[in-house]
């Protein structure tokens, strides 16, 4: 009897541990509005249904609009869903470790190519979704400086600070490389992509003379007279393309989604629109679904 009771005990205590265990794995939602994890709480692919698939992505304004066009466009087409919002450095990792299924934010050959270098070979590059995207140090018009090399002259102006972005981005390395190439008595503030936009705008208000790390596409140019400094040692390249990564057989498993992954491009201008709505007030789920119903000719080409 005793036996009998001590195994229906340890029954007991099993289902309690495992109905506490779900009890605790709901999803968080980020600041974004959409379901977000972090790189150590990745998807397991392997055992995902044919009709789902994991997108990662940076919390870039442009990477938000794209992978929130790109999850609708997947949604119209029939399948699941999820959004996996991570730092530029686990998403290619996750890539590499086929823990997600794809992504539409891969700025290069130049802005990301480090973490292309690490992870390249063990990534499927799908193609170009994007031509003709820029980073760099931005200014507002007023600022009576051309170039990167001037800004040693004039760096009380600037409070010999450059406002960045994430310290995982890759225009961060680049902007850090640039202090070192050009000699910069400047510190770079690590911040997010909406909060530079903020600092931007608080001393675009006042003509206070600011320097931001910067990319277009971006809705900021659309809101503020900027220009970019010119970067003579080219350190922050030329034009570059978004990419379309995918981890290494997804082709072979979902090759729907991975026809619509080869299908889904867009323009400069098309990427524009909705981050204007984001910043504008709209939702992210709101500001895609309000370009894919003006350009429903353009996402039925993709998932056809």
Not at 35 to 59: F, M, N, R
Not at 62 to 84: H, P, R
Not at 89 to 115: E, F, I, K, M, R
Not at 123 to 141: A, C, F, S, W, Y
Request: charged share 20%; net charge negative.
């Amino acid at each position: 009897m005793t036996g009998k009771f001590k195994a229906i005990g340890l029954i007991i205590l099993v289902l309690f541990a495992f109905t506490l265990f779900a009890g605790c794995t709901g999803s968080d939602t980020g600041q974004t509005g959409e379901q977000t994890t972090t790189a150590t709480a990745t998807p397991t692919t392997g055992t995902e249904s044919k009709d789902e698939v994991s997108i990662g992505y940076v919390l870039w304004d442009s990477e938000i609009a794209s992978t929130n066009v790109l999850k609708q466009a997947f949604e119209k087409a029939g399948y699941d869903v999820e959004l996996y919002a991570v730092d530029a450095g686990p998403l290619y990792q996750a890539l590499a470790d086929g823990d997600v299924d794809c992504s539409v934010s891969a700025w290069l050959p130049s802005t990301q190519a480090n973490y292309w270098d690490t992870y390249g070979d063990d990534i499927d590059l799908v193609g170009r979704n994007m031509e003709g995207t820029k980073i760099g140090l931005v200014v507002p018009t007023y600022v009576t400086i051309d170039s990167i090399d001037e800004m040693n002259g004039v760096a009380d102006k600037f409070d010999s600070t450059i406002t960045g972005i994430e310290p995982g981005a890759g225009i961060m390395q680049n902007t850090e490389e640039a202090i070192d190439e050009y000699g910069l008595d400047y510190t770079l503030l690590s911040s997010s992509s909406a909060g530079m936009t903020a600092e931007l705008a608080k001393a675009y208000k006042d003509e206070d003379w600011i320097v931001v790390t910067g990319w277009t596409p971006h809705w900021m140019f659309s809101r503020y007279d900027l220009k970019y400094l010119e970067d003579p040692k080219g350190v922050y390249g030329g034009d570059e393309y978004i990419a379309t990564l995918a981890r290494q057989g997804l082709k072979e498993d979902k090759p729907g989604v991975y026809t619509i992954l080869q299908n889904f491009n867009w323009t400069a201008d098309d990427m524009s629109a909705v981050m204007l709505d984001i910043e504008g007030g709209a939702s992210e789920d709101e500001a895609a679904a309000a370009w894919i119903e003006a350009n429903e000719e353009t996402v039925n080409g993709w998932i056809s």
